[in-house]
């Protein structure tokens, strides 16, 4: 049994009447005539009473017919539903995110909305690797991404720079000092995300180190936030760094952060996104991307 057969059935019945039927269908009355012929022999029943000059519904028919009318429905909310889809998804983008971006990504959501009001921003939080395939995929629209890398298949369109800054334990002698030298955390035990886990950020601390003529002694990983600076405000000294927009908006007992020179490390920050021409909600991303709006000091 065919939709389309129910449909044909269906409008014969209402108009008992095959050449009216085909008219209301846009096809020859033959077409009609024929795949009803059809289901009659499915269903092995006559579902019309034929004579030369009417068209009448079988018991048969009649029993059919509220049921033709509920699959024909079901087939129209099944096409509604998935054309509300589309329409949502042709002006929802998605983008992939990274943590730390702070009043950055704030900016980007205000600048958006103004430039694209009638569009969804779904923001999908993911590893880089993962995010990078989404966005080759097409799963994902952009994805932001920290640091520089080799992206095959990607363009990275430069947005921002946002300088490190070091979490230190409020007791120590360091934290009176309102900007840091790197060369006086040497020695200190650096707690930092291993390099797999964020080869961006794990190079640029450690060069920056190198930079400052020491090794990084590193202690216990990076973890969560909350578990990590609760371990450099009240455990054995140590420390760690945050990117500066981020690290403005947080207040922990027992941790300062504080800004780092000589050198004083900076991220790059790109959006990765597919070489195709972009799509309206896409370049309105980009642009609120590149406003310039002042980070906090």
């Avoid at 008219?23 to 009473?49: P, T």
């Avoid at 202690?219 to 609760?230: I, V």
């Amino acid at each position: 049994m065919e939709i389309r057969q129910l449909r044909y059935f269906l409008t014969v019945a209402e108009e008992l009447h095959f050449g009216r039927a085909a008219e209301r269908l846009h096809i020859v009355q033959s077409a009609v005539s024929q795949q009803v012929r059809r289901l009659e022999r499915e269903l092995g029943v006559e579902l019309f009473d034929r004579t030369t000059r009417a068209v009448r519904l079988t018991e048969a028919g009649r029993r059919l017919l509220p049921h033709a009318r509920e699959v024909l429905a079901a087939q129209a909310r099944a096409r509604e539903a998935i054309d509300e889809l589309r329409s949502e998804r042709a002006t929802t983008l998605r983008l992939g995110t990274s943590s730390g971006l702070g009043t950055r990504l704030e900016a980007i959501l205000a600048e958006f909305a103004g430039l694209a009001p009638h569009a969804q921003l779904e923001l999908v939080t993911a590893a880089t690797d993962d995010r990078l395939k989404r966005v080759r995929s097409g799963e994902l629209d952009a994805t932001l991404l920290r640091g520089e890398r080799d992206v095959p298949e990607l363009e990275l369109l430069p947005l921002w720079e946002d300088a490190l800054m070091v979490a230190l334990p409020a007791r120590h002698d360091l934290a009176v000092r309102g900007t840091i030298d790197m060369a006086d955390l040497a020695g200190l035990p650096l707690r930092l995300a291993g390099h797999a886990r964020n080869p961006a950020l794990y190079e640029l601390v450690t060069r920056s180190c190198r930079e400052a003529r020491f090794e990084p002694v590193l202690g216990p990983e990076f973890t969560t936030d909350q578990d990590t600076l609760a371990t450099i405000g009240y455990g054995k000294p140590s420390w760690t760094v945050y990117y500066a927009p981020y690290a403005r908006q947080l207040t922990v007992p027992g941790v300062v952060f504080r800004p780092l020179r000589n050198p004083a490390p900076s991220m790059p920050t790109y959006l990765a996104v597919r070489p195709d021409p972009p799509r309206a909600e896409l370049r309105a991303l980009i642009e609120a991307c590149h406003v310039r709006r002042p980070v906090p000091s």
